[in-house]
């Protein structure tokens, strides 16, 4: 049973990853995503492609169905009382209210948390945005590159302190994709706990407070010594010789973990072809080992140096010790554990293409969320408004010559 928001209808009133991605995970979680769309361009996200912003090739626009896969989708004119009123008749209807306008937007649009509870007393009301809800920069736009990325201290902490240039994201919607976890996760909460004090709670999550509990331990760490945290130097002295990356024959890495030196020690040096240095007193215990990482380091790069990646991934199948290959996003995808556990899923988009996405992490009864593809724009206009509302043929056909809905 993946479905377990079936009967759960979210009303989005929000454009872009970072909010739309969360109710995206609602929807394939089985709630009824009502997707509420600027009346004539529809989410911004999907004029990215034919604006050059970025290069999605043929085919489907993937970054669209990554945030919107499962929703239903409504063109709107909110700037309209017609259009309002259809927003606040929906809203009656729904468990969650979800945007991402800022506070000034929300007011003027008069969507704020208000005139949402004002047709709705029991509507869980939430809010994504860049710096959150207080504060000087509250009603400040941003992006998940600044206030995750770079206000955070992620891009900080990642960046060498030798280096001329600060360390980017590793990719499009690096915190989006994070932080859209965190609401889906603050939504479930809300929900829990209406449904057991019967109380509507309101939901409140930003890109810098995602990127700052996503370094929250190097943040305490840092508190406590009152030093910052930086990229570590390249001439950083190692510890831990079984904690380190190593270059294969093939210009590839495997990234060793193993925090118990002395306990992976001499099955490491089994494996690594140097049985040899199991007995050397240079490496008698974990003390020993820390002393002399530095040459146990270089031990180390040169044995992996001498087979390839392949060669490692049969040595290292049986190692107890903890290890990874350091795989690109092809690699992932492919990893025989993500397709095992249902991890990427196959879709297809509206008109026809076939696509790859991440599914949702979080899995209920051993199932992958079902795969749902996202809404052509006001693809589910008519529907939303004659089965949710009762409208019929005249009242749509009117609200269309008044230019409410597309």
């Known amino acids: ?55 999605l090739g043929g085919g489907a626009h993937v970054l669209l169905e990554h945030s919107n896969r499962g929703k239903q989708s409504l063109g709107l004119d909110l700037t309209a009382e017609a259009g309002l009123d259809i927003l606040y008749r929906l809203a009656a209807t729904s468990d969650v209210f979800l945007t991402n306008k800022l506070p000034s937007i929300r007011k003027k649009l008069r969507i704020d948390l208000d005139a949402i509870q004002a047709h709705s007393p029991d509507i869980i009301y939430v809010c994504g945005g860049g710096q959150g809800e207080k504060g000087p920069d509250r009603d400040k736009g941003s992006y998940d590159s600044l206030a995750y990325w770079a206000r955070s201290s992620v891009a900080a902490a990642l960046t060498p302190e030798e280096a001329d240039e600060v360390v980017g994201p590793p990719g499009p919607a690096f915190g ?64 831990n010789p079984l904690s380190n990356i190593y270059r294969t024959k093939d210009g590839r890495f495997i990234f060793l973990t193993c925090l118990q030196a002395g306990k992976y020690w001499a099955e490491t040096c089994a494996v690594v072809g ?30 992996f140096a001498e087979r390839t990646l392949a060669e490692w991934r049969l040595a290292l199948e049986d190692f107890s010790g903890q290890w990874a290959v350091v ?36 899995q209920f009864g051993g199932q992958p969320a079902t795969p749902r593809r996202a809404p052509d724009f006001n693809e589910h206009g008519d529907d939303i ?3 949710i509302l009762g409208l019929d043929y005249d009242q749509i056909v009117e609200l269309k010559l008044q230019n409410v809905i597309p």
């Open 1 to 55: 049973m993946t479905d377990i928001l079936d009967g759960v209808r979210v009303l989005e009133v929000a454009e872009h990853t970072f909010v739309p991605a969360a109710s995206a995970i609602l929807a394939e979680w089985g709630a009824e995503v009502v997707k509420i769309e600027h009346v004539e361009r529809g989410d911004a996200m999907r004029g990215l492609a034919s604006s050059g912003t970025v290069s």
């Open 327 to 362: 795989q690109d996003t092809l690699e992932a995808a492919a990893d025989p554990q993500a397709v095992a556990n249902g991890y990427v899923q196959h879709y297809e988009s509206a008109d026809g293409h076939p696509f790859t996405l991440v599914s949702p992490p979080v």
């Open 176 to 239: 989006d994709s994070i932080g859209a976890m965190t609401i889906a996760g603050g939504i479930m909460g809300a929900l829990f706990h209406r449904e057991r004090t019967g109380e509507a709670t309101t939901v409140d999550v930003s890109l810098l407070g995602v990127g700052m509990w996503s370094m929250g331990a190097t943040i305490a760490m840092s508190l406590q010594h009152q030093t910052p945290w930086r990229g570590r130097p390249k001439d950083m002295p190692i510890r």
């Open 385 to 387: 408004l004659q089965r």
């Open 274 to 303: 140097r049985p040899e240095l199991a007995d050397d007193e240079r490496f008698a215990d974990a003390g020993a080992i820390a002393e002399n990482a530095a040459a146990g380091v270089e031990l180390l790069v040169e044995a």
